[in-house]
């Protein structure tokens, strides 16, 4: 996948994850206020074990292209703020991200979100990305849709993986030709 090292917005720094992420990481995977909105592959509570697993697997599939992991730092405090993810090296795939609460609402999930996209876009290969979140997390649907994700419907069960707090719920595209790097 002809992805970046690092990718610059703005306000954040994108990069591949590191052992000096494991910290902050853990913290962040294992606030249920974060967690309780993602798939049940991420366990809850979430442990040192789980980030060293975590961290190890996103290092090595990023240097073999299959899935990229990026670690998301605040420019201006050098914080870990979340991490966000393309899960394959194919023309559809699916993105997922998560932030620390102390950044929701301030606008950094459009900001990773439309960096990483457009990258993705201009790689070649990628023509569609997916996304699924639940029904009730409204912020994250109303940032899909405000990037240009179109509803559509519920996962279909290739892509479906259900959330700790509710079932498997909405389901998200954006094709390439539908792509406004806004």
């Known amino acids: 996948m002809a992805f970046p090292e690092v990718i610059e917005t703005e306000r954040l720094h994108l990069r591949?994850?590191?052992?000096?992420?494991?910290?902050?990481?853990?913290?962040i995977l294992d606030n249920w206020a974060v967690t309780k909105w993602l798939s049940t592959n991420i366990p809850f509570p979430y442990n040192r074990a789980e980030g060293e697993t975590f961290i190890a697997e996103a290092k090595a599939q990023f240097v073999e292209g299959s899935?990229?992991?990026?670690?998301?730092?605040?420019?201006?405090?050098?914080?870990?703020v979340g991490?966000?993810?393309?899960?394959?090296?194919?023309?559809?795939?699916?993105?997922?991200y998560w932030l620390h609460p102390d950044f929701w609402g301030r606008g950094f999930g459009g900001e990773l979100l439309?960096?990483?996209?457009?990258?993705?876009f201009s790689a070649g290969i990628?023509?569609?990305?997916?996304?699924?979140?639940?029904s009730k997390n409204t912020a994250s649907r109303r940032l899909l849709e405000k990037v240009g994700f179109k509803h559509a419907g519920t996962?279909?069960?290739e892509h479906a993986r259900c959330g700790h707090?509710?079932?498997?719920?909405?389901?998200?595209?954006?094709?390439?030709?539908?792509?406004?790097?806004?």
């Open 155 to 157: 996962p279909p069960p």
């Open 165 to 182: 707090e509710e079932g498997c719920s909405e389901f998200y595209r954006l094709e390439i030709n539908d792509w406004k790097d806004v």
């Open 67 to 80: 899935s990229l992991r990026y670690a998301i730092t605040d420019k201006e405090t050098g914080r870990h």
């Open 114 to 120: 439309k960096a990483v996209i457009s990258v993705g």
């Open 83 to 96: 991490g966000i993810r393309v899960f394959s090296n194919t023309p559809e795939t699916e993105v997922g």
């Open 126 to 134: 990628i023509t569609c990305f997916i996304a699924q979140t639940a």
């Open 16 to 27: 591949s994850y590191e052992t000096r992420d494991l910290a902050a990481h853990v913290e």
